[in-house]
């Protein structure tokens, strides 16, 4: 049996998620003006412990391998400890749920890196968007490069092992990328770059941050040449119609084989299409998060042969599959079009959607503090 | 743990990797490495039950005739466990 036929069974859903992203809480100490969730302020919705924890038995049950857990910030959360040890160090005889998650690093002390390098099954990302200060604090916010580098030190002075750095690829870091892996290496850590989509707050500033073409073969060309040593997400798929495709499954996987659950228990299809449009259910709702995944009229659809659209004629769309869903839909692209960073000739849309910012989709959740708007200088 | 990909496996003792988590599927199952982050397809419920048996039986062979299959088939068997041992999901143990 081939490879393919088995990508296309994923396509088709399965009947518990591989992995899926929990967003614990939108209150952020940073405000990075990319920022997926728009988070910012904690909404008084966010689920309570007790809930959290219920969340993390069903998942077991379903034995979805590992969650991405984000936020904001999610170390603010006081029981963030209580909730990730629910999941890799569950009680006696109850399986493990793997945790990835990611964070800018402010309250990881050399107290809080010791705790976390005793734990099994637990990976870090610390996300930083430039390889310089003066790079990463422009998008991410006045001294957050010092404070992710400290997180670095005190991970590594705990023996924490290979964490990861976690990268969003721009138009201002990718003459960066040697750069990163070179930081990366210094602290025994892993590469891991991910595509920048246009959600959250992003919306607004994606005609600015985006990757133009020509970085966008550099993107692919640095990739190929690192090949699986540096993660990716599976996210840039779309760079697939440039020839050989890059490692990883090379699909979509929103509601199919992956899904986004966000702070108030809201379930999305994945974490970068916040908006009703992409609303499956809540895990409060009766059935809880199985019956959503497993039933409900948005994922059922999505796990249908989705439709080729305007790329249909295109010869490169068996390798990139029309791109990014989400990144389609908030710069108020048609779904079954190409993706706004298509790298095929036909597809030669260099910087900006067509469709106004005014025009385009806004993201359903807006935790933003009024009283940080962040700015793009 | 041994990287050696030996090319008598059927009669070395073999084990899933701890740091692997096997989950049944239809079409037989999926294994996720927690360390390397990869995701394998077992491609065969035959192949999961095998794989599930290994750490009881002295060698991958045993397992495969405690488990009833068919000699003929076992050179394909070898075959599936190096490719998992390439990728992690078996180790020798």
Request: glycine fraction near 8%.
């Amino acid at each position: 049996m081939s490879v393919e036929p088995l990508v296309d069974r994923l396509k088709g859903g399965l009947d518990a998620p591989i992995c899926l992203t929990w967003e614990l809480t939108y209150a952020c100490n940073l405000a990075c003006v990319h920022c997926l969730s728009s988070s910012g302020r904690r909404d008084p919705r966010e689920l309570t412990t007790a809930q959290a924890k219920r969340v993390l038995d069903e998942l077991r049950e379903l034995q979805v391998f590992y969650v991405n857990i984000g936020g904001g910030e999610p170390m603010v959360r006081r029981d963030f400890f209580e909730i990730i040890e629910h999941a890799v160090a569950p009680p006696s005889g109850a399986g493990r749920i793997g945790v990835k998650f990611s964070t800018n690093g402010y309250f990881i002390d050399a107290d809080t890196a010791r705790r976390l390098a005793a734990l099994d099954y637990l990976d870090i990302q610390i996300s930083l968007d430039g390889a310089d200060s003066t790079t990463n604090d422009r998008v991410r916010g006045a001294a957050s490069f010092d404070t992710a580098l400290r997180a670095m030190d005190h991970l590594t002075a705990a023996g924490f092992g290979p964490f990861k750095i976690s990268v969003v690829a721009t138009r201002h870091n990718v003459p960066q990328l040697d750069r990163f892996k070179a930081l990366a290496d210094g602290y025994g850590a892993q590469l891991r770059l991910t595509r920048l989509r246009p959600s959250g707050r992003a919306v607004d500033t994606w005609d600015d941050l985006h990757p133009t073409q020509g970085q966008q073969r550099e993107i692919y060309r640095w990739l190929m040449e690192h090949g699986e040593n540096v993660l990716t997400g599976d996210s840039f798929f779309h760079l697939n119609a440039l020839g050989d495709p890059l490692p990883g499954l090379n699909m979509c996987g929103a509601g199919r084989v992956v899904c986004l659950v966000d702070p108030i228990g809201d379930v999305y299809a994945c974490p970068f299409v916040i908006h009703d449009q992409f609303l499956a259910g809540n895990v409060n709702d009766p059935g809880g998060f199985t019956a959503v995944w497993k039933k409900s009229a948005l994922f059922l659809s999505l796990r249908e042969p989705q439709s080729a659209g305007a790329c249909a004629s295109c010869g490169a769309f068996d390798a990139c599959q029309g791109g990014c869903m989400a990144a389609k839909f908030f710069t108020g692209l048609p779904l079954d079009g190409p993706d706004p960073e298509c790298v095929t000739a036909d597809g030669d849309t260099t910087t900006a959607s067509p469709v106004a910012v005014t025009m385009r989709p806004r993201p359903a959740q807006d935790h933003t503090k009024p009283s940080r708007t962040p700015v793009l200088t | 743990m041994s990287t050696d990909l030996s090319p008598d496996l059927l009669n070395r003792p073999l084990e899933l990797d701890p740091q692997v988590s096997v989950r049944p599927e239809p079409f037989g199952a999926l294994a996720y490495h927690h360390g390397n982050r990869r995701l394998v397809f077992l491609k065969h419920p035959d192949l999961v039950t095998i794989a599930h048996s290994l750490a009881e039986h002295p060698s991958l062979a045993a397992a495969l005739m405690a488990n009833g299959i068919e000699p003929s088939r076992w050179p394909s068997f070898a075959s599936a466990f190096r490719s998992l041992q390439q990728s992690e999901v078996v180790r020798e143990r």
